[in-house]
Nanobody, 128 residues
């Protein structure tokens, strides 16, 4: 089992920044794909950003088009922690943000069905 705990959400003004953290514990592995999703009220959960570990080559990252250039995903292997630095926030970024971990390759990184473990979520609210 893997436990994921998000933190760092809160209220920000448009144009501001927040940094989310996701601490992993339990049977963690650097080979997991680990990603951020978000879900706004009345909308489906959507992929925001993800990291795939590809061995000695390093990490591969992927982003939702609307956050490219504003959000940066990173991973501290020593601390088993995933981060999402969010800059230039917009009101449409308002959502509950979840981190998720996948044990093996399978559906695309943006597909929630790929993931085996989910955190409880952290609320991000961006005011205009």
């Amino acid at each position: 089992q893997v436990q994921l705990v998000e933190s760092g959400g809160g209220l920000a003004q448009a144009g501001g920044s927040l940094r989310l953290s996701c601490a992993a514990s339990g049977r963690t592995s650097s080979s997991y794909t680990i990603s951020w999703f978000r879900q706004a009220p009345g909308k489906e959960r959507e992929f925001v950003a993800g990291i795939i570990w590809i061995g000695w080559i390093g990490d591969s990252t992927d982003y939702l088009n609307s956050v490219k250039g504003r959000f940066t995903i990173s991973r501290d292997y020593a601390k088993n922690t995933l981060y999402l630095q969010m800059n230039s926030l917009k009101p449409e970024d308002t959502a509950v943000y979840y981190c998720a971990a996948a044990l093996a390759l399978g559906p695309p990184i943006s597909d929630p069905l790929r993931y085996d473990y989910w955190g409880q979520g952290t609320q991000v609210t961006v005011s205009s």
